[in-house]
Every structure is written in C-alpha cells, then in structure tokens.
C-alpha cells in the first residue's frame, strides 16, 4: 500500500515537471512569431515596377501660338489727308480692294503740269515735223535746179557761168544743211516729249498711290486712322510714318513651335504632327511646313512652322496650342516609368529594391522619351524593381516591402 503511494506520488511530480518544462519552451517561440510579425506589418510598403524591354515611340510637346499666314501694316505711298476709309476693324477684304482713298492737292496740280506739258511736246514735235518738210522742199527745188545748170555746162562749154554754177551748188548746200538743221530740232522734240510724258507716268503713278488697296485678301484687324487725319508717306525711314490699317491673311494659319537643340537635327519636312486646340478642346492633324535651318543664338531652339487650312474660320490667330511631334519608335528596349526619376541638372538618379528588400539609390543614364516612358541606357538591368512615386521619404538601407504597381504583393520573403 505504501509501495503504491510512492509510485503514484512520483508519477506526479514526474508530469508536473514535464508541464512545465513545455510550457517555458513554447512560450519565447510565439513570443517570437509574434515580434518577427509586428517587425513584417511595421516595414512601409512601396509601389514599384521591373525593368523590362518595351516599344518606345519618341515624342516632344511643344506649345505653339497660331499666327496669320500674312500680317502687315498697310501704309500710304504717298502723305495726303484721309479723303474717305471705306473699312474698319473686322471687314474681309479681298486683294486689289480700295481701303481708303487720300486728299492730295499739289500732286493733282504737278500732274496737270505734267499733262500740259506733254501737249507742248507733242506741239513741238508737230512743228519740227513741218519744219523738215519745209526744209525738204527748198532742198529738193535747190537741188533740182544745181543739177539741171550742171547738166547745161556740162553739155555747152561756156554756156553757164562757173559763178553762177557755184551759187547754185551754194544754195543747194545749203538746204541740205537746213534739212539736218530741221531734223535735229525734230529729234529734240520727241526726246523732250518723252521726258514730258515719263514725268506724266511719274505723277499718274503718285496719283494712283493716293488710293490704298489691300495687297491680299484678308481681315482687318486694326484702323489706325480717320477720315482727315493727316498721313505722313511710309517709303521713307527717317520719319515714322503711321499706318493706316492692319491686314491679316486668316484664311492660312502658322503655327510657330520653337525646337530645342539637341531636337533640332530630328526635324524633317511633311513630319506628322498631332495639335491639340485646348480653346477648342480638339485635335488637330498636320505636317511639317517650313523650319529656318539654323538656331537663335539666344534661345538655343529652331523655329519651326506648320500650315493649316482656315477656310472655316474655326482658328483664331494668337491661339494657342501644344503639338506632339512624334520622332522615330525603337523597339525592345529597357525603359522605367518617368515618374521614378529623380533629376539634379545632369545627374538622373533612381531609388531600387535590391533582393534584401533594401533601398539602393542608382545613378542611370536616360535616352529618348514618349512622355511617360525613358530608355535607360546605363545603370539598370532588366527585372531590377524601381521605385515610383515620391521616395524623398525613405532612407537609402532603409528595409521596405514591395508592391508591384499592379497592386500584387511581391513575394516579401527571400
């Protein structure tokens, strides 16, 4: 009986120290699962994306600004008072149309003279052509006469007197001369007949200058005078001569883009370009007109120039709009977001999970861009997991859990 006791006793005691034994081993483990879970749920989590090959069609975004295909002040060639302006702002007007006609007094009395005097030289001219002829006659009576008395010596000996024969040959000489005397007074009349009528053009063509016509058909987009203003001739550069109205050919629109240099050799004639009208929220398609062929020393870009048809009126000069110009596509090439780029003038840093889950700052090299996408060209490899968005928050070493940007949960243990 006592035997038994002892033996259940011990039994006992052996169980009770087993118990325990259990317990304090399995209490530090979930202790430690627990820490090692609330480690992992602490750790921040950042969106990122692999480095993979992919089509890149290289694109630039230029605002530009719609100007006239023409747009010019339209000045008087000659200074006169405003007789009557037959336009104002707003007016179409087509090419050869009458804008406004001058009151110009002296030039109206220069070309009167200019006429009168053109009728004295074709007086003139009359009169020498008379003259001539009158001359022409008692040349041709003189020198009938010399040659039948010369005739009469010649056939009689004796006959005529040599004096008598040498005043004939005299007066025959005489009239020849008054005939050359005559035509030169003739061609003196008409050479001075013709400067009389090139100062009648001169004046008819100053006259025709009083009226101001529209050198092309277009709108009128400023009138900068009245009638009976004052208006000073605009072929001369010492005076600063005031236009009269502003023409503007609207029916042919420019769109002007400045091309930055290192895009400038990527330009070509008929390139395609897409316009987005913001004004009239829609795009517009076109193609490469005109470009000047070397930089502004100042701006470093290249003027470039696009032509749309205007007809319908829908675009207004001095709109603006931003042109996508769409350069030649690469194919399977690295590229990352643009979004995980970092750029310090020239140095372009990225923010990388490496497989520790560790935040590594890379400095890459970028090419070519369509706006959301770069080509990396040194620095990264393919399936490296860059970081996107904002990452100025986390520390380089700093420990993080990765997302792809999908929103699949990259795999956190390594």
Do not use: C
């Not at 009728?119 to 009938?144: G, L």
């Not at 024969?165 to 050359?180: G, H, N």
């Not at 236009?243 to 420019?254: D, G, W």
């Not at 930089?295 to 996508?324: C, K, W």
Request: proline share 3%.
């Amino acid at each position: 009986m006592t035997t038994n006791r002892a033996l259940l006793l011990a039994a006992v005691v052996a169980g009770t120290v087993l118990a325990s034994w259990w317990l304090l081993e399995r209490v530090p483990i979930r202790a430690a699962g627990a820490d090692q879970s609330s480690v992992e749920h602490d750790l921040p989590t950042v969106a990122v994306v692999r480095v993979a090959p992919h089509d890149i069609a290289s694109s630039l975004r230029i605002a530009g600004e719609f100007k006239p295909f023409q747009d010019v002040d339209v000045h008087a060639k000659v200074a006169g008072y405003i007789r009557n302006i037959n336009v104002d702002v707003g007016d179409r007007v087509r090419e050869g149309q009458t804008l406004a006609v001058l009151e110009v007094p002296e030039l109206s009395a220069q070309l009167a003279g200019a006429d009168a005097s053109v009728r004295r030289s074709q007086e003139e001219i009359r009169r020498a052509k008379s003259t001539v002829r009158r001359a022409q006659s008692v040349h041709s009576a003189a020198h009938s006469a010399y040659i039948r008395l010369n005739e009469a010596a010649a056939g009689r000996s004796g006959l005529v007197a040599q004096q008598e024969l040498d005043d004939i040959q005299a007066k025959d000489l005489e009239a020849e001369a008054q005939v050359a005397t005559a035509e030169a007074e003739q061609a003196a009349a008409q050479q001075q007949f013709e400067v009389a009528q090139a100062n009648q053009q001169q004046y008819n063509a100053l006259e025709n200058y009083s009226r101001i016509i529209a050198p092309f058909a277009g709108i009128i987009t400023n009138r900068y005078a009245d009638t009976g203003a004052l208006i000073q001739a605009g072929t001369s550069s010492s005076t600063q001569a005031m236009p009269v109205v502003r023409l503007a050919q609207t029916s042919k629109l420019r769109l002007v883009l400045s091309i930055p240099e290192s895009l400038a050799p990527s330009i070509h004639l008929g390139d395609s370009v897409k316009v987005l009208v913001e004004a009239l929220h829609r795009d517009i398609e076109g193609k490469v007109s005109r470009f000047a062929g070397s930089l502004d020393q100042q701006t470093r870009t290249m003027e470039t120039e696009i032509d749309f048809d205007n007809h319908s009126g829908l675009l207004i000069p001095g709109m603006y709009a931003e042109t996508v110009l769409t350069m030649q596509a690469r194919k399977n090439i690295l590229t990352v977001p643009l979004t995980s780029v970092a750029r310090n003038g020239a140095d372009v840093v990225v923010r990388v999970v490496n497989e520790q889950r560790l935040v590594e700052e890379r400095h890459i090299q970028l090419g070519s861009d369509d706006g959301t996408t770069a080509e990396v060209r040194a620095g990264l490899k393919e399936n490296d997991r860059v970081i996107v968005g904002n990452s100025s928050q986390l520390a380089v070493g700093q420990k993080v859990l990765p997302q792809e940007e999908t929103g699949s949960k990259v795999e956190g243990q390594t």
